[in-house]
C-alpha cells in the first residue's frame, strides 16, 4: 500500500532512500571512538583469523559485484589472497579449499540456493564460512560458522539497493578486522579510512539530495534499446552493477566493461549518441588510472557515444568530454562505490518508470531465488 511506502511511488524509490540510515546503522557500534573495531560477534576465533591464508568469497547477482569490490580492499588492506566467484559456479569446478581458507557468502535474503550449496561445499572442504546477510536467523547464516548481519532492514524491491551499500560496508568491516586481529599494516592509511567509512552515510546523503538532473536524464533515454557502463579499479564491478540494475528494471539492454578492455572489442559497440556512463575514479589517488579512463572517455565520444561521466567533485579534466556530469563526493579510491552506485540505482529506477514497467517486481524475477 502507499502507506508502506512512505509516501514514495515505489519500494525501490524508498529504499534508495533509506540507504544512509542502513550504512549508518551498518556501522553502528562495530567501530569504537578510539577507532577500532569491535566485531566480537563474528563466532570465529582471532586466532583462527590469523591462520587464514586465502579469503574466497561466493555469492549471486547484486552481491556478487559487492564480492568482487571486497576483493579489491581485502588484497590491498591485509594482503590476503583473495578470490571471488558466483555461487552457481563455484562447487562445479572442484575449488581448492583447506582448513586454512576463509569462505564468505553474501546474501541478502540468505536464502539463495546457489549461495546455500556454495557454503555447503565449502564446509565439506573444512573452510569456516562466514556469512554477510541481511535477513536474521535465515539459512545461510543458520549453516555458517559465523554472521556479520548487514542492517539495512527489510528489502522489499526485487531490485536490490540499500543491501548492495550495507554489504560493501560489512566487507570493509571484515577486511579492517583481518588486518586488526592480524596486525598487518595498520599504518595512518587505514587510520584514515576508517574515518571516512564512519562518516560514509553523510555522503550517500550528499548524492541523493543531488539525483533530481540523474532523473531527468533518464526520462530522456527512455526510447534507446543499448546502454552501456565503463570502470576500472573498483569502478568496473560498479560498472556491472549498474547494468545489471538496467537489465533487470528497464529490460535494456545493458553492459558493463572494464574501461581497459575497451579496446579489445566493446568499443566496435559504440554508435552514434548511444548512451555510455563512465564510473571516473578519483584523480587523487592512482592518476594513471584516472588519465587513462579519460582518454576512454575521449576514444568513445569520437565515436559518436553520449558521455554520462560520473566524477568526483573537483575532477576538472572530464569536464570537456563528459556530455553529461553527474557528481559524486570526494572519498578514498576503495570507499568510492557507495556513493558511485547511487545514481546507477537512481538511474535505472527512474528509466524503468518512464517506459512504464513494474519498478518493484520486474518480469520474470523473484526477489529470492530458492532453486539452484
Ligand atoms: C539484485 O538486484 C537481484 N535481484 C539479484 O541479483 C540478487 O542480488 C541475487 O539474486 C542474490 O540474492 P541474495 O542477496 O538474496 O542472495
Known amino acids: 500500500s502507499a502507506a508502506e511506502k512512505d509516501g514514495y511511488d515505489y519500494f525501490m524509490l524508498k529504499e534508495i532512500a533509506e540507504q544512509p540510515k542502513a550504512?549508518?546503522?551498518?556501522?553502528?557500534?562495530?567501530?569504537?571512538?578510539?577507532?577500532?573495531?569491535?566485531?566480537?560477534?563474528?563466532?570465529?576465533?582471532?586466532?583462527?583469523?590469523?591462520?587464514?591464508?586465502?579469503?574466497?568469497?561466493?555469492a549471486c547477482g547484486t552481491a556478487f559485484h559487492a564480492g568482487l569490490i571486497a576483493k579489491y580492499a581485502i588484497e590491498h588492506w591485509t594482503r590476503i589472497p583473495c578470490e571471488v566467484e558466483l555461487a552457481s559456479e563455484f562447487r562445479y569446478r572442484?575449488?581448492?579449499?583447506?582448513?586454512r581458507s576463509l569462505v564468505i557468502a553474501i546474501s541478502q535474503s540468505g536464502e539463495t540456493m546457489d549461495t546455500l550449496m556454495a557454503l555447503r561445499h565449502a564446509r565439506e572442504q573444512g573452510s569456516k564460512v562466514l556469512a554477510i546477510c541481511n535477513t536474521n536467523?535465515?539459512?545461510i547464516p543458520r549453516e555458517s560458522d559465523a554472521v556479520l548481519y548487514t542492517h539495512a532492514g527489510p528489502e522489499v524491491a526485487v531490485a536490490s539497493t540499500k543491501a548492495f551499500l550495507t554489504q560493501l560496508v560489512a566487507c570493509y568491516l571484515v577486511a579492517l578486522y583481518l588486518c586488526q586481529v592480524r596486525g598487518t599494516k595498520w599504518g595512518d592509511e587505514i587510520q584514515a579510512v576508517i574515518k571516512d567509512l564512519s562518516r560514509i552515510s553523510d555522503e550517500v546523503e550528499r548524492v541523493l539530495e543531488t539525483m533530481e538532473p540523474v532523473r531527468a536524464l533518464a526520462r530522456t533515454l527512455a526510447g534507446k534499446d543499448t546502454v552501456l557502463f565503463l570502470g576500472r579499479h573498483v569502478g568496473y564491478p560498479v560498472a556491472l552493477e549498474g547494468a545489471l540494475k538496467l537489465k533487470e528494471l528497464a529490460y535494456m539492454h545493458a553492459e558493463g566493461f572494464a574501461a581497459g578492455e575497451l579496446k579489445h572489442g566493446p568499443i566496435a559497440l559504440i554508435e552514434e549518441d548511444m548512451p555510455v556512463v563512465v564510473v571516473v575514479p578519483s584523480p587523487s589517488n592512482?592518476?594513471?588510472?584516472?588519465?587513462?579512463?579519460?582518454?576512454?572517455?575521449?576514444?568513445?565520444?569520437?565515436?559518436?557515444?553520449?558521455?554520462?561521466?560520473?566524477?568526483?567533485?573537483?575532477?576538472?579534466?572530464?569536464?570537456?568530454?563528459?556530455?553529461?556530469?553527474?557528481?559524486?563526493?570526494?572519498t578514498p579510491t576503495l570507499l568510492?562505490?557507495?556513493?558511485?552506485?547511487?545514481?546507477l540505482q537512481v538511474f535505472a529506477c527512474e528509466l524503468a518508470a518512464a517506459r512504464g514497467n513494474e519498478v518493484d517486481q520486474p518480469r520474470n524475477l523473484a526477489k529470492s531465488v530458492t532453486v539452484e
Do not use: F, W
Open 23 to 58: 550504512v549508518a546503522d551498518t556501522l553502528l557500534g562495530r567501530i569504537d571512538p578510539s577507532g577500532s573495531l569491535t566485531l566480537d560477534e563474528l563466532r570465529i576465533t582471532p586466532a583462527d583469523l590469523r591462520q587464514i591464508d586465502k579469503v574466497v568469497i561466493v
Open 94 to 99: 572442484d575449488p581448492i579449499l583447506g582448513g
Open 137 to 139: 536467523g535465515s539459512t
Open 286 to 330: 592512482r592518476s594513471l588510472l584516472h588519465d587513462k579512463i579519460v582518454s576512454n572517455i575521449q576514444e568513445i565520444r569520437a565515436r559518436g557515444a553520449r558521455t554520462i561521466v560520473i566524477a568526483e567533485e573537483g575532477d576538472e579534466a572530464v569536464v570537456p568530454y563528459a556530455d553529461h556530469l553527474i557528481r559524486i563526493p570526494v
Open 336 to 343: 568510492q562505490p557507495v556513493v558511485a552506485t547511487v545514481p
